[in-house]
């Protein structure tokens, strides 16, 4: 039985070159999210886990990933400490954020 074969680098998710890099746009949240003039109601949104770019206008958290959800009208990068939604996608001007 032979090896398996190595793993290709072109095939892999993560790139570590300047076209992986992510380029990032600040979003309006009314534009993202609805419900944020209902003071009164909490709004319930979920993340789906912590990237490693870092909030580019705070520059102190890790940004999250934000999915579509019944109050989400798009997916979107969050800063939890100053509250900026982002919009991702690489240098080439792929979006990062869809499927």
Avoid: W
């Avoid at 074969?5 to 993560?14: D, E, K």
């Avoid at 319930?44 to 909030?55: A, D, N, Q």
Wanted: net charge negative.
């Amino acid at each position: 039985m032979s090896p398996p074969p190595p793993p290709n680098p072109n095939n892999s998710r993560r790139r570590n070159d300047a076209e992986g890099c992510l380029v990032l746009s600040e979003l309006n949240p009314r534009m993202v999210v609805d419900h944020l003039d209902d003071e009164g109601q909490p709004l319930h949104v979920l993340s789906f886990g912590t990237l490693r770019e870092i909030c580019p206008k705070c520059q102190t958290s890790h940004l999250k990933l934000v999915l579509r959800q019944s109050s989400v009208r798009m997916a979107h990068l969050f800063c939890a400490d100053c509250a900026t939604c982002y919009d991702a996608h690489y240098s080439n001007g792929t979006p990062a954020l869809t499927l």
